[in-house]
């Protein structure tokens, strides 16, 4: 069956699909499919839990992966985050929409003890393109 182009019936306009590429994963070379000990954060990532005392930023990264049934890292590193501009990135939704518990921007750096293959996608609105995480080019 050919799909090329999908309707809604909350969405008026017609839109249109590309099949962007078909095969297993080994077959394609790009960094966020790679496998890597390493991973720095691409987009900010944005905690889908409020943060306290005894919930960090650490605990809701574990919780995310654990969900996603990955390993929890060996270390959760909050780098400068200001060296990659993330207050451009909107991190809330229109009023109607469920917002983030806080609209908090974090750039990580998470370390794991074995490789761990990607996509890494962590935290609020990561369907939406938030939270995702490369491996860091020296782990490449």
């Known amino acids: 069956t050919l799909i090329s182009r999908i309707y809604s019936k909350h969405i008026k306009r017609v839109m249109f699909v590309t099949l962007a590429g078909l095969g297993n994963r080994n077959d394609f070379d790009f960094p ?53 501009n993330f207050r451009n990135y909107e ?23 074995k490789p ?3 996509l890494l996608a962590l935290g609020y609105a990561s369907h939406y393109g938030l939270g995702t995480f490369v491996p860091e080019a020296s782990d490449l």
Request: hydrophobic share 35%; proline share 10%.
């Open 91 to 113: 991190a809330k939704r229109s009023a109607s929409k469920p917002q983030p518990p806080r609209s908090l921007r974090f750039d990580l750096r998470l370390t794991f003890a």
């Open 116 to 118: 761990v293959a990607g």
């Open 32 to 84: 966020p499919f790679a496998s890597a000990t390493q991973w720095v954060s691409h987009t900010p990532f944005v905690p889908s839990r409020h943060l306290r005392r005894k919930y960090t930023v650490e605990e809701n990264v574990k919780s995310e992966l654990s969900q996603r049934g990955l390993p929890a890292p060996i270390g959760v590193e909050i780098v400068n985050w200001k060296e990659k």
